[in-house]
């Protein structure tokens, strides 16, 4: 998949371990901070501290069955998504991250194209699931507007575990949803 960029071609491919440090800088910005508040996809008023760290973020490049997925060109790093094959034809999302300055772009479109068709080539998924902070609606009515469907299902947030953000709220829960991605 490539995407024109003025004169700096962009293209998407896997991640590898030598993208770790800027992959990690990339979400962080993106999700947590002053630096999220120029997206939309912001959780700074939900969520203080690290989004990853980059000994996380190697963990999900080298780990099996699961791919860190990256929008490139000659100047940096523009975008990411994880994706993790899951038993019985289920694959996961997570961390779909646009650089702030470029999100509305159009480039989170591509990047979860990018995932489901990952997905559904290398691991023959039939289904995509993610889960959303609930609170999130503007992120959640994005993902609908996709083709995701709220499953009903609520899933506690991961108090107490700060690699995933230090809440700033209580009542925190994810929301799961779910895509078929078979055709």
Same mark, same amino acid.
């Given at each position: 998949?490539?995407?024109?960029?003025?004169?700096?071609?962009?293209?998407?491919?896997?991640? /590898?371990?030598?993208?770790?440090?800027?992959?990690?800088?990339?979400?962080?910005?993106?999700?947590?901070?002053?630096?999220? =508040?120029?997206?939309?996809?912001?959780?700074?008023?939900?969520?203080?501290? &690290? =989004?990853?760290?980059?000994?996380? $973020?190697?963990?999900?490049?080298?780990?099996?069955? &699961?791919?860190?997925?990256?929008?490139?060109?000659?100047?940096?790093?523009?975008? /990411?998504?994880?994706? $993790?094959?899951?038993?019985?034809?289920?694959?996961?999302?997570? $961390?779909?991250?646009?650089?702030?300055? $470029? &999100?509305?772009?159009?480039?989170?479109?591509? +990047?979860?194209?990018?995932?489901?068709?990952?997905?559904?080539?290398?691991?023959?998924?039939?289904?995509?699931?993610?889960?959303?902070?609930?609170?999130?609606?503007?992120?959640?009515?994005?993902?609908? =507007?996709?083709?995701?469907?709220?499953?009903?299902?609520?899933?506690?947030?991961?108090?107490?575990?700060?690699?995933?953000?230090?809440?700033?709220?209580?009542?925190?829960? +994810?929301?799961?949803?779910?895509?078929?991605?078979?055709?």
């Amino acid at each position: 998949m490539t995407i024109e960029a003025g004169p700096d071609e962009m293209f998407t491919t896997k991640a /590898c371990a030598e993208d770790a440090e800027a992959l990690t800088e990339l979400v962080n910005g993106a999700y947590r901070g002053d630096s999220s =508040r120029r997206g939309w996809t912001t959780e700074a008023d939900l969520l203080g501290g &690290q =989004r990853i760290d980059v000994d996380g $973020m190697l963990e999900l490049i080298a780990a099996p069955r &699961q791919a860190v997925l990256v929008m490139r060109a000659r100047s940096g790093l523009f975008a /990411c998504v994880h994706v $993790m094959e899951k038993p019985a034809g289920v694959a996961y999302l997570g $961390m779909l991250t646009v650089r702030p300055a $470029m &999100q509305g772009s159009g480039i989170g479109r591509s +990047m979860l194209s990018a995932a489901e068709s990952y997905a559904r080539h290398e691991w023959g998924s039939r289904v995509m699931e993610m889960t959303v902070i609930d609170l999130r609606e503007e992120l959640l009515a994005w993902y609908e =507007r996709r083709g995701y469907t709220p499953t009903g299902e609520i899933r506690p947030f991961p108090y107490g575990e700060e690699r995933f953000g230090l809440p700033k709220t209580e009542g925190l829960r +994810m929301a799961v949803l779910s895509r078929d991605i078979s055709a």
